[in-house]
């Protein structure tokens, strides 16, 4: 079975500071899809990455960085430089490759203060 | 990416009734997902709706419980029946826009009294 851990319940952060939320994901499938989604207080799921297994690439987007490592199994997500407005709950999720569900881990609630 | 309306956006609901929650797609799709999200915590997939056929409902979920509609390619309905306060969630539909990336609703805000 596929599990998606997102061991930080919460963390909070003074505005500018750079913050990382961990992902571990398992699977014994060897295509599948990695993702970030952002869920700020409003609600709706803003799609922010997918990532591929074959492609271990890491990747940038303006503040944020995504660091992808299969021998570890973890798909980790960086904000750099953060902003009050990065305040939200971010949920990795794992996707097999054929398979309908989205496997979300249990969300890491980011609080940036200001 | 597709665009996705969800109404209502939330309801407060009496324990014991049911209540039907509407989504729409701005291009046609051939599968619609469900999504729950009980209060804090992660999303799990209710059911997948193909148009023409019945609904594929995950472990756990049930279809007299949850019955799907998927009349077209574009719209599709979730009810929670016989509602009671656990089934007081966000209710999320979502479609397959881009390749395996899934684009979400709004989502539907439920609270059962």
């Known amino acids: 079975a596929q599990k998606v851990t997102q061991a930080q319940t919460e963390i909070s952060v003074v505005e500018k500071e750079d913050v990382t939320l961990d992902c571990v994901y398992e699977?014994?499938?060897?295509?599948?899809?990695l993702f970030w989604y952002k869920q700020p207080p409003s609600g709706e799921l803003v799609f922010l990455i997918r990532?591929?297994?074959?492609?271990?690439q890491n990747e940038i987007s303006g503040r944020y960085s995504w660091n992808f490592q299969k021998s570890t199994s973890s798909f980790n997500f960086t904000i750099t430089a953060s902003q009050v407005v990065d305040s939200a709950v971010y949920f990795c999720?794992?996707?097999?490759?054929?398979?309908?569900?989205?496997?979300f881990g249990q969300g890491t609630r980011l609080t940036i203060n200001p | 990416s597709a665009v996705i309306s969800q109404k209502p956006s939330r309801d407060i609901c009496q324990r014991g009734t049911s209540l039907t929650i509407q989504c729409q797609v701005d291009?046609?799709?051939?599968?619609m997902f469900w999504y729950r999200q009980q209060p804090g915590q992660s999303l799990t997939l209710i059911a997948t709706?193909?148009?023409?056929?019945?609904?594929?409902?995950e472990s756990g979920f049930v279809i007299d419980k949850f019955p799907i509609s998927r009349p077209n390619l574009t719209f599709s309905t979730l009810t929670v029946s016989n509602m009671s306060p656990e089934d007081s969630s966000i209710y999320l539909c979502?479609?397959?826009?881009?390749?395996?990336?899934?684009?979400f609703g709004a989502g539907s805000r439920l609270t059962v009294l």
């Open positions: 990532r591929n297994s074959f492609d271990e």
């Open positions: 979502s479609v397959e826009s881009g390749a395996n990336v899934l684009t």
């Open positions: 709706a193909n148009q023409g056929s019945e609904a594929t409902y």
């Open positions: 999720a794992l996707r097999l490759q054929g398979a309908q569900k989205l496997v």
């Open positions: 699977t014994r499938d060897t295509t599948y899809y």
């Open positions: 291009s046609q799709v051939t599968m």
